[in-house]
């Protein structure tokens, strides 16, 4: 059943007066331009431009609702609290599932559509968890597919910037509105096209090893697994290693085991192979 249930999910409740100005200046989501009905991709990053907390945030009657993975749900509103200051701003948080439905289970589904997936071509509609279902791998394989990484599963937390997981492509980065946390650190990366790190489908003959197992191309690290099902997974990698790899057929190995890696096709990114290392 084209179905999962992610019962490890809390929500972070934003109300009040200025919500909306309180999240738009302050996460990397064009809050103001968020459309009802719909969950897009979101962060809160470091000085430095890295991922502090991610999430998907949507409006609500009252305000806006942040999903995020129950284990950093406390740490999420500890920081929303110490920038609220005097602030218009109601916060509080909920644990709670959510169930995802997708293919024909989506088509009439009501709920909240899944932005990121909606990039890819792809209906996923979110709902208060309703029904537990046990397919957890079948959701898995559906971000394998589409290319769609997650924390901490696929990367940790203060260890990507945005463009790593693909923020500027799948609607959770905006370069048009003013400054938040991390902004100065994106626009560069973004201006002078200097990501290297990207989001790639995994593939091997065989069945892959563990998440985590690193990834190498003569004997050097390009990166490691994220989520594994069977012989396809995710990963980040130094996509300049990569295509340099590929364009010299110098095998590419997870663990002991030999892969091929392509870039989500939605992106229109391919590997580099010019001398300093840029996306062509």
Request: net charge negative.
């Amino acid at each position: 059943m084209p179905s999962a249930s992610l019962s490890d999910r809390s929500f972070i409740h934003v109300g009040g007066a200025d919500a909306q100005s309180f999240l738009h200046n302050l996460i990397t989501t064009d809050v103001n331009g968020l459309p009802t009905g719909e969950a897009r991709p979101g962060a809160l990053l470091t000085p430095q431009g890295k991922i502090l907390f991610d999430f998907l945030i949507w409006r609500t009657g009252e305000g806006f609702t942040l999903e995020c993975p129950s284990g950093i749900a406390d740490a999420l509103l500890k920081r929303l609290t110490m920038y609220k200051l005097r602030a218009a701003v109601s916060l509080s948080a909920t644990a709670g599932g959510v169930s995802l439905l997708w293919g024909e289970e989506a088509d009439s589904a009501q709920g909240i559509l899944d932005a990121a997936f909606a990039k890819v071509g792809l209906r996923v509609i979110r709902q208060p968890e309703t029904e537990a279902f046990d397919s957890r791998e079948a959701y898995d394989r559906l971000r394998i597919e589409a290319g769609i990484v997650t924390a901490p599963q696929d990367y940790a937390l203060q260890d990507a910037f945005p463009h790593d997981v693909l923020m500027d492509m799948n609607g959770g980065l905006s370069f048009r509105k003013g400054c938040y946390v991390g902004q100065e650190v994106v626009s560069r990366m973004q201006h002078r096209g200097t990501a290297r790190r990207r989001v790639v489908q995994v593939v091997a003959d065989d069945a892959l090893p563990e998440t985590g197992t690193e990834l190498t191309a003569d004997g050097k690290p390009i990166g490691q697994l994220g989520t594994v099902v069977g012989n396809r997974a995710l990963a980040i990698v130094r996509i300049d290693r990569a295509g340099d790899a590929m364009a010299n057929a110098v095998p590419i190995l997870a663990g002991a085991v030999t892969v091929r890696l392509a870039l989500p096709g939605w992106t229109g990114l391919s590997f580099p192979t010019n001398a300093d290392g840029t996306e062509s």
